[in-house]
């Protein structure tokens, strides 16, 4: 679903629930149900500037073992990110970014976050 309030700014949300295969435990497949959340604003020297949300459940039906406990595991992964890329000819641009990642398990050997800034040139032809 996108949203379009002027020519230079798009915000959109994005649903999605689907299932995947897994190799946790003796699950076959995994449950994942899934938000998303993005905004960008083009301004009128070339940059365009970004900022996106997620937040995704995963379900896994069959209970695994952890630390010797039956546990059923559910993730919970939140997202966060900025960027800004500019436009310097209409073959060249550049862009810079932050993503985070953090996921909370139901089974904390799970847990984890992850954050990366990148830095990028495209060319066009």
Known sequence: L????DDRTR????????ASDTVFGSNRYS?????ALGLSHAMRDGLNCSA???YQVTDYPVPGLSGGVS?????RLYGAGLGLDKRV???L???LGYQRLENRSAIRDFDYADDRTT???RVAF
């Open 89 to 91: 000819r209409p073959w």
């Open 119 to 121: 830095l990028n040139v």
């Open 11 to 18: 915000a959109s949300l994005q649903v999605s629930r689907g």
């Open 71 to 75: 546990r059923v595991r559910r993730d």
């Open 52 to 54: 996106n949300a997620s």
């Open 93 to 95: 641009s550049w862009g």
């Open 2 to 5: 996108a949203f379009k309030p």
């Open 31 to 35: 449950i994942a149900t899934s938000a």
